[in-house]
Nanobody, 120 residues
């Protein structure tokens, strides 16, 4: 079994910063793409940012220049540094990872979600 454990959410004022972390543990052979998604009330879950094992990154247009995704392959951990936060960034943020349990088999795993609220 594999677990993704997220941390770092909370309440922040507009213009503030937060750093999310997500650590993968369990039966892991290797970790491929890791990413962050978010879901606001009444909206569909959307990709925020992703990073490959080689550190190539992708960002949603709405967060480019404000958010930075990074990872520590030795710790199987992905981070999301969020700066210049806006009220519209308020959502539950979910970690996702494509993990190989063996050399040949992989699947996507989700974290439990962490609430980010941007409000004055």
């Amino acid at each position: 079994q594999v677990q993704l454990v997220e941390s770092g959410g909370g309440l922040v004022q507009p213009g503030g910063s937060l750093r999310l972390s997500c650590a993968a543990s369990g039966s892991i052979f290797s970790v491929n793409i890791m990413g962050w998604y978010r879901q606001a009330p009444g909206k569909q879950r959307e990709l925020v940012a992703s990073i490959t094992s080689g550190s190539s990154t992708t960002y949603a247009d709405s967060v480019k220049g404000r958010f930075t995704i990074s990872r520590d392959n030795a710790k199987n951990t992905v981070y999301l540094q969020m700066n210049s936060l806006k009220p519209e960034d308020t959502a539950i943020y979910y970690c996702n990872a494509n993990i190989f349990n063996t050399r040949y088999t992989s699947r996507h795993y989700w974290g439990q979600g962490t609430q980010v609220t941007v409000s004055s």
